[in-house]
């Protein structure tokens, strides 16, 4: 029965942690080895410093002002795990978004939970929690499986496996370091998507396509055209009916709630793929998944189908 739901335990998102960690042992804290994860126990918060490895190198203020709130009206719920980093001093391992509000809200001790850990073991931990539980932006997590592959010998696959993503979507992300710097740029601010960076990638110079993807505001569609060395529609002016798709496609998206939007986030996150719901105020609607190979098509369908092949 145990072994049975270990198993169960093991599959899905939470699977990499054990994938990765294997028997790495908690550390002793007063003389005393915590058993598995280890108890919770309360330390001053200025014991506590961030990972100056840590894969998430923006937090959004908001965010973390809106925890803080959280916080500040029921505790902080969730320990920081730690490693010891010297005496009275713990480096955290999972945890900064939490520690950092947990400053805004004035706490004096944190819950956390502490474990002797290797340095490969944090960088692991650190980037699963942050793509697992608030979604780096494409660059951090490109930069982030970079490391996990040049520093610590990973394999697109073990990566994939490790934050439950499929291994396509590890290796289009890790290929976006391969961008122009404006491409870059324009990523990160979300001036363009990841559809868009996808596209890039295979122009003949992507600096240039990227200059006109930003100045003519193309499409994804017309992006991929512009990279295969087509002529898109919004170059050469357009046709009448392609324009007015393009201004239909506008306002609708212009017109989509925040959770819409949000919820199309948070499904091409999962994914890795472009995601697009169109909700009528009838109830109905169709979700639209954009793949670029067939590789990416023969994930979805497994992940449809529920096969783990």
């Not at 003389?31 to 894969?55: C, H, S, T, V, Y």
């Not at 087509?230 to 709630?257: C, F, Q, R």
């Not at 995601?275 to 990416?296: F, M, N, P, R, W």
Request: aromatic share 2%.
């Amino acid at each position: 029965m145990a072994a049975a739901a270990k198993k169960k335990q093991s599959k899905g998102l939470g699977r990499g942690l054990d994938a990765l960690l294997g028997d790495a042992r908690p550390a002793a804290v007063d003389g005393r080895a915590e058993a598995g994860a280890g108890p919770k126990r309360e330390l001053p918060i200025a014991f506590l410093k961030p990972n100056a490895d840590q894969p998430r190198r923006v937090f959004d203020k908001d965010a973390i002002d809106e925890l803080a709130r959280s916080i500040s009206a029921r505790g902080l719920l969730q320990p920081i795990l730690v490693r010891p980093a010297g005496k009275d001093e713990y480096e955290i391992v999972a945890g900064e978004r939490r520690w950092r509000a947990a400053q805004k809200a004035k706490l004096h001790d944190v819950p956390v939970i502490i474990r002797k850990l290797t340095d490969e073991e944090a960088a692991e931990i650190a980037l699963i929690e942050n793509v697992q539980r608030v979604d780096l932006n494409p660059l951090e997590e490109a930069a982030a499986y970079h490391r996990l592959a040049d520093q610590y010998g990973r394999s697109q696959d073990q990566i994939a496996k490790a934050v439950g993503k499929s291994r396509s979507h590890v290796a289009n992300i890790m290929r976006l370091t391969g961008l122009p710097q404006n491409a870059m740029d324009a990523l990160s601010s979300g001036a363009i998507s990841m559809g868009h960076a996808r596209a890039l990638l295979g122009a003949k110079d992507p600096e240039d396509a990227c200059r006109k993807v930003l100045s003519r505001h193309l499409s994804v569609r017309d992006t991929e055209a512009l990279a295969r060395g087509d002529a898109p529609a919004k170059l050469n002016g357009g046709t009448v009916e392609a324009t007015k798709t393009k201004t239909k496609s506008k306002g609708s998206a212009s017109s989509k709630d925040a959770d819409t939007r949000a919820l199309e986030r948070d499904l091409s996150s999962i994914l890795g793929l472009d995601v697009a719901i169109a909700h009528s105020k009838k109830g109905s609607g169709s979700v639209t998944v954009e793949y670029l190979t067939l590789d990416q098509l023969d994930d979805i369908c497994r992940r449809l189908m529920g096969s783990s092949a």
